[in-house]
């Protein structure tokens, strides 16, 4: 759920479940959630986005309507901590990826984020509290790394973007 960050909750998970139970928890209410998001959002279209997200932050993403390599673009972005999975998940129906192909991507591509929050909880709750310090920290870094990549790419395309429009020329030209 859009208003709801995931990692907390990760965390929260493997406190209470475990890493491994706490992984697999997660990963299903993840799979759910973006299941759900998928159907409301084809079902109704860019209204559902805009009760979440201001219209700049779904412009950002505009660029994926229109390659063909939107299912590359979309697992990076969701392989990647830091980038926004809710914008994500709420995006992608807009394009015409089937909603098999978005439950595999959305589903393969957080296992890496899910298990360094879940297992970061998991060592708070047996009181390991240098591991966990270590883990969340170290989860914390590449998902700031993982933001930079974002706005780095959404930048990328808007300069492309504004290229096409003005023939080729730069605003450097």
Excluded at 59 to 66: A, D, G, H, P, V
């Amino acid at each position: 759920v859009a208003l709801i960050p995931g990692e907390p909750l990760e965390i929260a998970g493997g406190y209470a479940f475990g890493a491994w139970e706490g992984t697999l928890l997660c990963l299903l209410g993840a799979t759910l959630g973006s299941t759900l998001v998928f159907l409301l959002v084809r079902r109704w279209g860019i209204r559902v986005l805009e009760l979440y997200f201001p219209r700049e932050k779904i412009e950002s993403l505009k660029f994926m309507q229109n390659t063909p390599k939107v299912r590359v673009i979309a697992f990076l972005l969701m392989f990647i901590p830091g980038t926004p999975k809710d914008l994500l998940s709420y995006f992608v129906p807009l394009t015409d990826m089937p909603l098999r192909t978005w439950l595999f991507i959305t589903t393969v591509a957080r296992i890496p984020s899910i298990v360094t929050s879940t297992v970061g909880g998991n060592a708070l709750g047996v009181q390991n509290y240098v591991f966990a310090i270590i883990a969340l920290s170290a989860t914390a870094a590449v998902s700031c790394l993982g933001l930079l990549i974002y706005r780095y790419i959404c930048k990328k395309h808007d300069r492309e973007e504004a290229e096409r429009r003005n023939g080729g020329e730069t605003a450097d030209s």
